[in-house]
């Protein structure tokens, strides 16, 4: 019992556990089903791409470039559809995975092979890209009415649909369950493979994993192309469910996922990190956007909420890994 209680998953539920009944007693609407549906849903996307910076973050590094590849991969995937008349759904999802794939194997490129700082590549590769896709591809929002439909009915499919008592209709929208699969298979790469052992010592301490006989080139690669392809997959699912192409959407977020992922009990030096802890983290995070709205607090005040999450986290993040260390 008390080594459960020591685990970082146990601590941010019992705190998320308290921020649901707190805020629940200031507004009962927080309580409400529809509520909790929407929760769930805000969850999908940014849990998704906080998945792929877990990866990167356990292995030692930092990417936070995930939110323009997403970008770049959606509007790009969607145009091609457009331009095609392209119906279908499984395609442009691979397409579009494969988009953030290969802008994350460029980052792997600089930082495994260059031999530059994770921080300064993502933010030079986010920038470029984002760069690249405003000056060249297009700045035009491409509206419901442009959007293969195709794409909006599979987003827009229901696990639960249920009628309230002022006759609307609540749903729980069945991206969750592709939210659920993802973290289920990142998980298992985490827990189960030699990849993901390798992550971690690789996060622990490069060198020492290297004389362990571990490829770190290898593992590099992998997790900066695994955070890319789930990037460019959250970008269309993103798409899908918002009904909107907008090629500046999730522009700022990247310090809402490095909050969600630190915040679930990840190392911000590296090798340590849960995918449990890191969906618990997301809904952390989701729980205290949606508190302030149903506070009626402004939106400046949200991103000064997010900011002291981000140093609160990363202040304990640092005290307890000093105090591992002193152990």
Known sequence: MSALLKRSETVIFLVLLAAVIITGLLNPAAWQLSNIFSLLRANVITGIMALGVLVVMISGGIDISVPYFAMAAMYVTILGMLKTDYAGIFLPFVVSTAIGLALGGLNAFFVHTVRMIPMIVT??????????????????????????????????TALVKMQAPDGSTIELSAMVLIYVALALVVHFILAHTMIGRGLYAMGGDREAARRAGFNVRRITWFAYCLSGALAGFAGLLYVSMSWLANPR???????????????????????????????????????????????????????????????TACAVTAWRDRRAAAA
């Open 123 to 156: 933010l030079g590769t986010g920038t470029m890209v984002r760069g690249f896709l405003l000056g060249v591809i297009g700045t035009s929002n491409i509206n419901r009415d442009q959007m293969p439909g195709q794409l909006i009915d599979f987003a827009s």
């Open 249 to 311: 959407d999730l522009a700022g977020t990247e310090m809402d996922l490095l909050a969600a992922v630190v915040l679930g009990g990840a190392s911000i030096f590296g090798g340590r990190g849960s995918v449990l802890g890191t969906m618990l983290g997301v809904f952390m995070l989701v729980l205290v956007n949606n508190s302030l709205i149903i506070l009626h607090v402004s939106t400046t005040w949200q991103r000064v909420a997010v900011g002291l999450i981000v140093i």
